[in-house]
C-alpha cells in the first residue's frame, strides 16, 4: 500500500512539472460558483463532471460541495392503493353495501371522481396506472398469462416507456410495492429471469407481494424482492393482506426513521377483493342476512343511495341486466341461500381490505406524514368480475378449466365459504349489482360497468377543497401525470440514452380545487378481448363481442352490433341511440379505428381461455417445447409458466431415491395443490400418484409394496386417453426397479390451468397439498435421499 500511495504522489507531482490545470469548481456549479438547476427530463440526471485540483496537500484544499440527487423541495409522500375486482356501487363510499370506512375518511377529506376509468381487466389496468401509457401501448393488451406475439400484446415494456416508480427513484424518492403485481411476463417468473420487468428492475426499492394475478389469502404464494417464500408455519389466523400491510408499515417506519427529509412512494396493491373471496369468519359474519333482498333490490337500493351522496346525477336511470341474469325473485331457495352467502363472503373480504387499508393510513398519520402525503385510493382495477358465472364458484380454477359445478355441490360446501378450504368466487348476479348503476363487468370494456371504478384523492397539503365529488372524465393512464405535478417531477423525455414516448395521460390536478373545470380528457379508447369501444366529447360507442360468462363470441370482429350513448346526458348508458344517430355512431367507429391503429391495438385477438396455451397464443415459453425436464432437491416454487407442461399427455415421471426402512415418506415432486394439480410421493417406503381434479375429486394411486433398503428407480409412467379430447383421463402406473406395483384409472385431468397461485416443487410440497394424505408443509418434504426426477412427455 506504501508503494502505491507513493507512485501516486509522484505521478502528481509529474502533472504539475507539466503544467497540468486543476480547477476547483465544485460539483453542479457554474464558473461563476452559480448551481446549476437540475435537468429532470433526462434520466438519470447527469452528475456534474468531476474538478480538478492544483492542491497537493487534501489539508489546504476545499472538497466539493456534495453532489445527490434529491426530490423537488416540499415534494409530497405518495400513496397508490389499488383494490381488485371491485365496482363502482359496492363501496360504501360510492353508494354501495360494503362498508368501507377508511375510504370514506379519505373521502370526506378529500375528492371522490365519479367519471374515473379503467381498462376492465388487472394487467392492463396495472401497467397503464403505473405509466401514464395506455395498456396497448405497455404491450399489455390482455393479462400477461395470455400474451401474444403482435404489438401491443407481447407482454413486454417497450424501452420507451419507463414506470412511475423508476421516474420517481431516479428522482429522490424511496420506492415500495407491496401486495398484487401481475406485470411480468410468465415466461421470465423463474430463477432464469430475466428480472428486468420484475418490480425490483422496475422501479421499487422494495417489493413483498405476488408476481401473478390472484392468491390464496391463507396460503400465498410471496415473492420479496425476487425471492420466493411460503407464509410462516403454524400462523393459524395468517392472512396475506394483513402480512402485507404490517411489512409495508415496517418499511414505511424505517424509511422515514432513518431519511425523514426523503419522500416515499408507496404503490399498495390488495389481493382483495378478487378471487378467491378469503375473509376472516368475524368480518364475514358482520353481513349475516345483509343481502337476502337479492342483486336486483340491492342494484335499486344502491342507485338511491347514490343519488344521495351526489355520486351518480339526480335522475339516473338503472341500466337493464343482461339478459343472462336472472331476476331474483325466480330463483329457488337453494340457489337464494347459496347466493346470498357468497355475497356475505365478498363484503366480508371487502370491508377487511379496507381495514388493513385504514390501518396503513393510520401509520402514516402518527409519523406526523399525512398532511403532506398525497393519497390515491383507487376502488377497483376493472369492474366487479362475473368470471363466477351464472352460479358462483367453489373453486376459480373450474373457470379456467371450462368444468362447470353444481348448486348441489357448492351448498354441502356452503361452511366453508371464504375459509382455506375453497378457493371461491360469486355469481354473476353480484357483480352486476356491484357494479351498479350500470349493465355490464369485468372484461366488458365496452360498457362503463366494466371500466369505471371510483377513486379519491386525499393530500392535505395541496388540495383545499374537502368532501366533494368531481365530475371531469379521466382514465386510470391521467394518474402518473397527477403525481409527477404534485411531485414537480416532468415525465421524461429520455431515460438511459432512449426517447421516451410522450406521456399518454392528462394530469388531474388542474381540478382539485376547480369543481367546474373543463374536462381535459377529451378522448379515450377502449379494448379487451374484442370488447371495444371509444369516448369522446360526451359520446361513446362500443360493442359487446362477448361476456365474461360465454364461451365463444356473440358474431364475428366485422359484425359486431356497435352501440351508441350520450353519456354527458345519459350516465348510466341506459338509452342506446345508434338507431337515431347513425352518423355519430359512423363517427366515433372511424375514431376507434383511429386510435387503435395509432395505439398498436389492432389486429384484435378475441380468444381467451385458449390463449393461455403458448403455442396457440404465439408468445415465448421458457420450455420452448421440450418433451423432457430432470428436476432436483431444492427447485421448489416452479411457477406453472416456468415448468414443463404435463396436461392433455402422457408422461413418465422417473425418480431415483435412497431408502432405509418402511418409514419413508413424502412428496417426490408435486404440481399445484389443494384446488387441482398432482404429486408423485412416497408412503411408507410404498410409490404413490395422486391427481387432484379441481378440488373436487382426489384420484389415487398406490404401490402394492414398499421398498428395501438401498438405492432404487420409481416410475410412474401416465397414459393418457387421447381419444377423449382436452382434459380426459388415463391410466396411471407405478413401477420400483422397473416392476410394476400398482396401477390405477386417473378419470379427469386439467385441460387448461392447475394453478395461477400454487407452484410446482421437488422434494417437498411448499403450498397447499395436492392430497391431504401427505400433509403440509415440512411435514411431506422426502424423508430419504432424492438425486433427481426426470419428467418426460411421451
Avoid at 395505439?599 to 418433451?627: Q, S, W, Y
Amino acid at each position: 500500500m506504501r508503494l502505491v500511495y507513493l507512485r501516486v504522489v509522484a505521478c502528481a507531482y509529474a502533472a504539475l512539472a507539466m503544467g497540468a490545470v486543476f480547477s476547483p469548481l465544485s460539483y453542479g456549479q457554474s464558473p461563476a460558483g452559480n448551481v446549476k438547476a437540475l435537468d429532470r427530463s433526462v434520466l438519470p440526471i447527469h452528475e456534474p463532471d468531476r474538478p480538478f485540483y492544483k492542491e497537493l496537500d487534501a489539508r489546504t484544499a476545499k472538497p466539493p460541495a456534495r453532489w445527490d440527487v434529491k426530490a423537488p423541495e416540499g415534494a409530497p409522500n405518495v400513496v397508490v392503493v389499488l383494490i381488485d375486482d371491485i365496482g363502482f356501487g359496492h363501496s360504501s363510499a360510492f353508494g354501495g353495501p360494503c362498508v368501507m370506512p377508511t375510504l370514506e375518511r379519505l373521502a370526506n377529506n378529500g375528492l371522490k371522481y365519479n367519471r374515473f376509468h379503467t381498462t376492465a381487466l388487472c394487467s392492463p389496468t396495472r401497467t397503464a396506472l403505473l405509466t401514464g401509457y395506455n395498456h396497448h401501448s405497455n404491450n399489455a393488451g390482455a393479462i400477461m398469462e395470455v400474451a401474444t406475439a403482435y404489438p401491443g400484446n407481447t407482454g413486454i415494456r417497450p424501452q420507451s416507456i419507463t414506470p412511475m416508480a423508476e421516474v420517481l427513484r431516479m428522482n429522490g424518492y424511496s420506492t415500495s410495492a407491496w401486495g398484487k403485481y401481475h406485470e411480468t411476463p410468465p415466461w421470465e417468473v423463474s430463477v432464469s429471469g430475466p428480472f428486468d420487468r420484475w418490480p425490483t428492475r422496475s422501479g421499487f426499492d422494495e417489493f413483498y407481494g405476488f408476481i401473478g394475478g390472484e392468491t390464496n389469502q391463507w396460503d400465498p404464494m410471496i415473492v420479496h424482492g425476487t425471492t420466493p417464500m411460503r407464509k410462516p408455519e403454524g400462523e393459524e389466523d395468517y392472512h396475506f393482506t394483513t402480512d402485507m400491510t404490517e411489512q409495508a408499515i415496517s418499511w414505511m417506519r424505517s424509511q422515514q426513521s432513518l431519511t425523514p427529509e426523503k419522500p416515499f412512494f408507496m404503490y399498495f396493491a390488495t389481493g382483495g377483493t378478487h378471487a378467491p373471496h378469503h375473509a376472516p369468519k368475524e368480518w364475514i359474519d358482520k353481513y349475516q342476512g345483509k343481502f337476502d333482498m337479492g342483486w336486483d333490490k340491492l342494484r335499486e337500493q344502491t342507485l338511491a343511495r347514490q343519488i344521495e351522496l351526489g355520486v351518480v346525477p339526480k335522475g339516473t336511470k338503472l341500466a337493464p341486466k343482461p339478459e343472462a341474469i336472472k331476476d331474483w325473485d325466480k330463483l329457488s331457495a337453494d340457489e337464494k341461500r347459496l347466493f346470498t352467502r357468497q355475497m356475505e363472503v365478498f363484503a366480508g373480504f371487502a370491508s377487511h381490505t379496507d381495514h388493513e387499508v385504514g390501518r396503513l393510513v393510520q401509520s402514516i398519520e402518527n409519523i406526523g406524514e399525512l398532511d403532506n402525503t398525497l393519497i390515491i385510493y383507487v376502488v377497483g382495477d376493472n369492474g366487479a368480475s362475473a368470471e363466477g358465472g351464472m352460479l358462483g364458484m367453489f373453486n376459480e380454477g373450474t373457470y379456467f378449466n371450462g368444468v362447470a359445478e353444481t348448486t348441489e355441490f357448492m351448498l354441502g360446501k356452503i361452511d366453508q365459504w371464504g375459509g382455506p378450504e375453497c378457493f371461491n368466487h360469486f355469481a354473476a348476479g353480484w357483480a352486476v349489482a356491484g357494479n351498479t348503476p350500470f349493465t355490464w363487468t369485468k372484461q366488458v370494456a365496452s360498457n362503463f360497468g366494466g371500466t369505471r371504478n371510483g377513486v379519491v384523492y386525499h393530500w392535505p397539503a395541496g388540495i383545499k377543497s374537502k368532501g366533494q365529488v368531481r365530475d371531469q372524465f379521466h382514465h386510470v393512464v391521467d394518474l402518473a401525470p397527477t403525481v409527477f405535478e404534485a411531485a414537480k417531477i416532468p415525465a421524461p423525455k429520455e431515460v438511459n440514452g432512449v426517447k421516451q414516448l410522450p406521456i399518454e395521460g392528462v394530469s388531474m390536478a388542474y381540478s382539485f380545487d376547480a369543481p367546474k373545470a373543463e374536462d381535459r380528457r377529451k378522448t379515450q379508447y377502449f379494448e379487451i378481448a374484442g370488447n371495444r369501444a371509444v369516448y369522446h366529447d360526451g359520446w361513446f360507442a362500443g360493442t359487446i363481442h362477448k361476456a365474461p360468462w360465454e364461451a365463444q363470441p356473440r358474431h364475428s370482429l366485422l359484425d359486431d352490433a356497435w352501440e351508441l350513448y350520450h353519456v354527458d346526458n345519459d350516465f348510466s348508458m341506459s338509452k342506446n341511440l345508434a338507431a337515431e344517430n347513425p352518423g355519430k355512431l359512423k363517427e366515433l367507429q372511424a375514431l376507434f379505428t383511429k386510435e387503435a391503429i395509432d395505439h398498436h391495438v389492432l389486429p384484435i385477438d378475441d380468444r381467451t381461455i385458449e390463449r393461455f396455451d403458448p403455442k396457440v397464443a404465439g408468445r415465448p415459453d421458457l420450455m420452448d417445447g421440450r418433451k423432457k425436464l430432470t428436476v432436483y432437491p431444492g427447485m421448489v416454487f416452479l411457477a406453472e409458466n416456468a415448468f414443463i407442461n404435463v396436461k392433455n399427455s402422457s408422461v413418465n415421471m422417473v425418480a431415483d431415491v435412497e431408502v432405509k426402512g418402511e418409514k419413508n415418506h413424502g412428496v417426490l415432486v408435486a404440481q399445484g395443490g389443494r384446488f387441482g394439480g398432482w404429486a408423485f410421493w412416497v408412503d411408507h417406503g410404498r410409490p404413490m400418484y395422486s391427481y387432484n381434479f379441481l378440488g373436487l375429486e382426489v384420484f389415487q394411486v398406490a404401490g402394492s409394496q414398499a421398498m428395501s433398503d438401498g438405492k432404487h428407480t420409481l416410475k410412474m409412467a401416465f397414459d393418457y386417453d387421447a381419444n377423449q379430447g382436452r382434459g380426459a383421463g388415463g391410466i396411471a402406473t407405478l413401477f420400483i426397479d422397473g416392476k410394476k406395483v400398482g396401477e390405477g384409472k386417473i378419470g379427469k385431468t386439467h385441460a387448461n390451468v392447475f394453478s395461477l397461485d400454487d407452484t410446482a416443487d421437488t422434494g417437498v410440497d411448499t403450498g397447499t397439498p395436492v392430497d391431504e394424505a401427505y400433509g403440509e408443509g415440512r411435514k411431506n418434504a422426502f424423508s430419504g435421499q432424492l438425486s433427481q426426477v426426470s419428467i418426460e412427455l411421451k
